[in-house]
Every structure is written in structure tokens, then in C-alpha cells.
């Protein structure tokens, strides 16, 4: 089945410094898969979505890059800022997921200055 | 403006009361879903509604029903609370057959003594 795994509950980092957040997953189809943002007190918020031509998508400085060889999907930025600070899911979905998205457990992104 | 909203915003009850949670969604979307965010931030489907027909119900307790009287708009009603229903309950919407993005609204959050 259909699954995603987030292995960091909790990064800390210091203001500059790059940013990785790490995804992989699991399905049988060829999947979408989604970074969600989620500030304090906020909805969850689409950051990026993968593309089926390969493409690296990038939003605010962030970008993922899909590798179905290690079946990976990992956030990305050079350099983090203090407003980075939020909750981050992984998700995937896909052509026989009846329109639901498989999220991950989230990752707190703590940044401090 | 087109949106996810939700309301109300927060609630408080206690034990063995009945509440209802209200969602509508003014993005034209086909698919609606109520989400429930523990206090560990965990994103857990409950469950989603296409054009109101319920195409995924996550075996949650029977004192769970969702209502819908149309496409825009998803309720949620819990009978009889109970202490572990305490949480945030997040509804959003999607189109149907596109890139499966979802729209999350601000979140109902419940609080049971």
C-alpha cells in the first residue's frame, strides 16, 4: 500500500544554514507527492508538488527533487530563515488513491537565530 | 474569496455532549474531507466525500458522522464526546482528477473536559 515516511520529528538549526528534510515512500502507481507547510495556529498550505516531467519544483526558496530510483522526495533550501520556522508534511498520492493523500508524520522545523 | 473555511474555531464541552462542526468550501471543488490533527500533529483522514457520496470512512467510532447537503459543504457531528476526541479537526477540499492538491480551512478546535 500506499505509505510515507518522514524519519525527523524535530530539526534544529541555526539562521543560514541549509535546510533538508527527510522523505521517502511507498507505492504501487507512479505517485504525486506534496510538501505541506503548516505555521503555528495556520492550515496546512501546499509548498511544492512534484511534476511528471521531472521538473524540480521550487517555491520560496524551497525545492524537492523526485528520485523514483530511491523512491525520495526530500525538502530542500540554502539557506534557512527564522520565518522557516513550521511544521512540514510529506504526502503522496496517486492515480488509484481514490483521491486521498497519504501524509507523513510531519517534521517540526525549528530554526533559531 | 474563495476558499476552505470553517467554523466554529474553537470549542469546549464536556464529556457525553454532542457538537457539530461546519465546512464549506467556495473553490468549486468535487471532493471534500475532514481531517483530525491529535496533539501530537499527526494528520490522520477521517473521512472525504465526493459530490456527496462518502468514498472513504477510516474506521473511525460510530459516535463520527459526516453530513453533506451538497458538493460546497461537509459537517461533521460528534455524539457523545469523549476525551480523546479532544483535538484539531481540519476540512478541505480538492478537484477531482487534477494533481490531488488539497485545501485545508483553519481548523475547528475541540477541547473536551
Known amino acids: 500500500g500506499d505509505s510515507v515516511t518522514q524519519t525527523e520529528g524535530l530539526v534544529t538549526l541555526t539562521e543560514g544554514l541549509p535546510v533538508m528534510l527527510n522523505c521517502t515512500y511507498q507505492s504501487t502507481y507512479s505517485p504525486f507527492l506534496f510538501w505541506y507547510v503548516q505555521h503555528l495556529n495556520e492550515a496546512p498550505k501546499l509548498l511544492l508538488k512534484?511534476?511528471?516531467?521531472?521538473k524540480r519544483p521550487e517555491h520560496q526558496g524551497f525545492h524537492a527533487t523526485l528520485h523514483k530510483s530511491s523512491s525520495s522526495f526530500h525538502l530542500q533550501k540554502s539557506s534557512a530563515q527564522l520565518s522557516d520556522s513550521a511544521l512540514y508534511y510529506c504526502a503522496l498520492s496517486d492515480r488509484c488513491s481514490n483521491n486521498r493523500i497519504f501524509f507523513g508524520d510531519g517534521t517540526q522545523l525549528v530554526v533559531k537565530p | 474569496e474563495t476558499a476552505v473555511f470553517q467554523t466554529p474555531n474553537y470549542h469546549v464541552t464536556q464529556v457525553g455532549n454532542e457538537v457539530s462542526f461546519n465546512c464549506k468550501q467556495t473553490l468549486g471543488h468535487d471532493t471534500m474531507y475532514w481531517y483530525k490533527q491529535d496533539s501530537k500533529k499527526l494528520l490522520k483522514i477521517m473521512f472525504s466525500y465526493n459530490n456527496k457520496q462518502l468514498i472513504v470512512n477510516e474506521t473511525v467510532p460510530r459516535r463520527f458522522s459526516p453530513q453533506s447537503s451538497d458538493k460546497a459543504h461537509l459537517n461533521l457531528r460528534i455524539k457523545s464526546v469523549e476525551p480523546e476526541d479532544s483535538a484539531v479537526y481540519l476540512c478541505?477540499?480538492?478537484?477531482?482528477?487534477?494533481?490531488?492538491?488539497?485545501?485545508f480551512g483553519p481548523g475547528t478546535r475541540l477541547t473536551v473536559l
Open positions: 512534484s511534476f511528471t516531467d521531472n
Open positions: 478541505a477540499s480538492s478537484p477531482l482528477r487534477q494533481t490531488y492538491e488539497q485545501y
